[in-house]
């Protein structure tokens, strides 16, 4: 949406432009000149500025920030070899808070800028003999929300030109339109013309989607057998064996704490049923603590407790399919007993699973997906790829019914959800899995 008139060529250069409804004062500028670490000298004067336009005089080497308030940001890209543009906005640009004001920032660019906001055009100068490349940045406010109407046609060519190759993106916002269109315009008509492009990139997705039981392209990629699982493991234990559980607890460093957590996450998949990231904020509680008020609370949660000296169950409470399936206890096998005490004496923590540099606080799942994706220099093994991994070896000689059943309880899903989510029997080229 430009209308761009070309003067003379120019050499590259990038700067860009946005909206902020606060204007910048002189005393902002004196700021931003201390901040920048420039003098005066690198500023040039400009003339005042006619009424409907603003002005921020060009700082080189400095990009100027400004916050943007409101629910959805719009960004728009133009190039030009111009000095001057004109730039055509959508009718839904114009839903910005009131008196939005331009502010420019660039790299390499001598001159000004100077935006001019008509009805209808945003109007740049720039006085450089580069190349700029122009970003509009507004916030807008759901208060008017006709352009989900009149620019609907618009709306729907933007999403496919914008997210050609990423169709989950443009279903998320179409979905997002049809309940804007039902529930506050309440025009079933456009909410049809959005269910049918709703309904098309559904098909679309679905014809992706590789043949059942067959690895994706990605899982193909960070694949790993349960030989090189386990052999990951032994080296790890052999690490933690000889080299960090004879030192002190002061004496353990950052990369000590990371090989003694990683051996122990691979433990609890190697001696417990493979369960997804509910370990990542499960607290221990310890027998003395049993009767703190304060632990009694953290209780009713998800929690390892220790029910001997050395011996502990997990207590899982909450977790994705707690609506259909009972809380579930795991008691721990004494080898996996003996790798959670033996990391508590080098490593003492409040969890389980602890932030590194805070032993009181728990991973969480995101810093636990972060943290398991580490394990292996060559690939992203997460927790929901290490659950097809081991699954599938399970899985690979045709278990009966009975142990599909017991397996799947133990590992909270259930088997339909099983056999064609989790096992994984073809390549993603479609040749059988070599165990």
């Known amino acids: 949406m430009a209308d ?12 860009a432009l946005g909206f902020d409804p606060k204007s910048y004062t002189d005393k902002d500028l004196e700021s931003l000149l201390e901040d920048s670490n420039l003098s005066e000298d690198d500023l ?5 500025v006619e009424e ?3 002005v921020i005089t060009r700082v080189k080497h400095c990009f100027v920030e400004a916050p943007t308030q409101g629910e959805n940001l719009h960004r728009f890209k133009v190039t030009t070899h111009d000095c001057r543009g004109q730039i055509e906005l959508p009718a839904y640009f114009w839903n910005l808070n009131e008196d939005a004001q331009a502010w420019v920032g660039g790299i390499d660019v001598l001159g000004f800028g100077r935006c001019i906001i008509s009805k209808d055009v945003l109007e740049v100068s720039v006085e450089t003999l580069r190349l700029h490349t122009s970003f509009f940045e507004g916030s807008e406010e759901l208060r008017d929300l006709r352009w989900v109407k009149t620019d609907c046609a618009k709306v729907i060519d933007f999403l496919k030109d914008v997210y050609s190759d990423k169709l ?7 979905f997002t339109l049809m309940i804007i269109a039902k529930d506050h315009l309440r025009d079933m008509a456009l909410w049809k013309v959005y269910f049918d492009r709703h309904e098309d990139i559904r098909k679309a997705r679905e014809a992706l989607k590789p043949p059942l039981q067959q690895m994706t392209e990605h899982e193909g990629a960070n694949w790993k057998t349960l030989e090189q699982i386990t052999k990951k493991r032994e080296e790890l234990q052999r690490r933690v064996n000889r080299l960090i559980l004879p030192k002190q607890p002061a004496d353990i460093t950052m990369e000590d704490r990371i090989d003694l957590i990683r051996h122990l996450i691979l433990c609890l998949y190697a001696y417990l049923p493979t369960l997804r ?24 949660g998800n929690h390892i407790m220790e029910t001997a000296e050395g011996q502990f169950t997990f207590h899982l409470r909450y977790f994705k399919t707690d609506r259909s399936q009972a809380e579930k206890m795991y008691a721990f096998p004494q080898r996996m007993n003996n790798v959670v005490v033996d ?21 969480g799942r995101n810093y636990y997906s972060k943290f398991m994706a580490a394990i292996w220099m060559d690939a992203n093994v ?11 070896n399970e899985y690979k000689d045709a278990p009966s019914l009975r142990d599909r059943a017991e397996k799947a309880s133990s590992c909270l899903h259930s088997v339909a959800v099983q056999q064609t989510h989790y ?4 390549k993603p080229d479609g040749t059988p899995i070599a165990w």
């Open 277 to 300: 990231n509910d370990y990542s904020d499960a607290p221990i509680i310890f027998m003395k603590d049993h009767r703190s008020s304060a632990i009694r609370k953290l209780m009713q």
């Open 343 to 363: 990391s508590l004496v080098v490593f003492p923590r409040r969890y389980l699973l602890s932030c590194m540099k805070k032993p009181d606080t728990p991973m």
């Open 4 to 15: 761009i008139t070309q003067h003379r060529a120019c050499e590259p250069c990038t700067y």
């Open 44 to 48: 040039e004067a400009e003339d005042p």
């Open 52 to 54: 409907g336009s603003f």
């Open 382 to 392: 997460g927790s929901s790829l290490m659950r097809k991994i081991l699954i599938s």
């Open 168 to 174: 989950p993106a443009q279903h998320g916002y179409i």
């Open 423 to 426: 096992e994984k029997k073809y």
